[in-house]
């Protein structure tokens, strides 16, 4: 952590630093994201391949995108009796706070008699993003396709970057499709944004996109707007933790790991504190 301190001669300066534009607006990352699009959009699974190589150091040819039923099935046989347990739990408490959020449809007659209401339909098919470059994000696959699935989206695509060989996390697999993913593609980054958005020849289209990610695939989500609806820009990670002499410094620095240890180097992640005390408990 560092630490910067109201008393200190710089502080005015420090401050206009840590509170600079976030790296949503950076001219050089939306100009390489926008190339990543348009090579999609123009070629489409050839360019994936390519990205996917260049990025991710696995060369694949089309057929292997996307992940196949005997992988799923291997990934849901090695997965322990922990993992079974503490996904099934968070896929529970998840559908059970999503299902009190999900919208109603009503009607009534107005006063011309005429019936006026409104209806709320799922989405038929929707794109969730899972980032795994630094560590696989079971979380993310539980918070995000969970949502999907209690809303009644019939198809579920999820796209999440694979290793040199070709492999993704094995607890990421099986927590996917326990949320209930209908399609899993080994690709990650930008060009899993476009292919979502535009469609390939072996990704096809969806009709929302909901992506957490790094500066480049939150980028890409504000460059296909119009192409296809996304949830938000939620991006890299930007978190305050207020905290006085009754904070619970166990909690605070679980807040503040939980948002920096995605790694991109673009993350905003801040604890401010009126007690010494506090701060000290956070550091150590």
């Given at each position: ?47 994936l391949l390519e990205f996917t190589e260049r990025f991710d150091g ?227």
């Amino acid at each position: 952590m560092k630490v910067t301190r109201y008393s200190d001669a710089d502080f005015a300066e420090r401050l206009r630093e840590l509170t600079a534009p976030s790296s949503l607006f950076d001219p050089a990352i939306e100009e390489r994201t926008r190339t990543i699009l348009n090579a999609v959009q123009e070629r489409g699974d050839a360019a994936l391949l390519e990205f996917t190589e260049r990025f991710d150091g696995a060369k694949l040819n089309a057929e292997q995108l996307a992940v196949t039923q005997a992988e799923l099935m291997a990934a849901s046989l090695k997965a322990d009796a922990s993992l079974r347990e503490a996904v099934a739990e968070a896929e529970k408490n998840i559908a059970t706070f999503a299902r009190k959020s999900v919208r109603k449809g009503w009607q009534t007659r107005n006063s011309h008699a005429g019936s006026v209401g409104e209806k709320f339909d799922p989405f038929q098919r929707v794109g969730v993003y899972v980032p795994g470059g630094t560590a696989p994000l079971v979380s993310t696959a539980l918070m995000t396709v969970t949502l999907a699935k209690v809303a009644g989206c019939r198809e579920i695509a999820v796209c999440t970057p694979c290793g040199p060989d070709g492999s993704i996390n094995g607890a990421l697999l099986y927590a996917a499709r326990a949320a209930g993913a209908t399609e899993i593609y080994r690709i990650g980054g930008a060009q899993a944004v476009a292919a979502m958005a535009y469609g390939t020849a072996s990704i096809h289209r969806v009709q929302k996109i909901f992506v957490p990610g790094n500066a480049y695939v939150v980028a890409a989500k504000r460059l296909v707007v119009g192409h296809v609806a996304i949830d938000l820009l939620p991006g890299p990670s930007e978190l305050v933790v207020l905290a006085d002499d009754t904070a619970n410094a166990a909690f605070a620095a679980a807040d503040l790991i939980a948002q920096s240890e995605h790694g991109s180097g673009h993350e905003r992640v801040w604890l401010i504190t009126t007690s010494a005390k506090v701060l000290k408990a956070v550091q150590k």
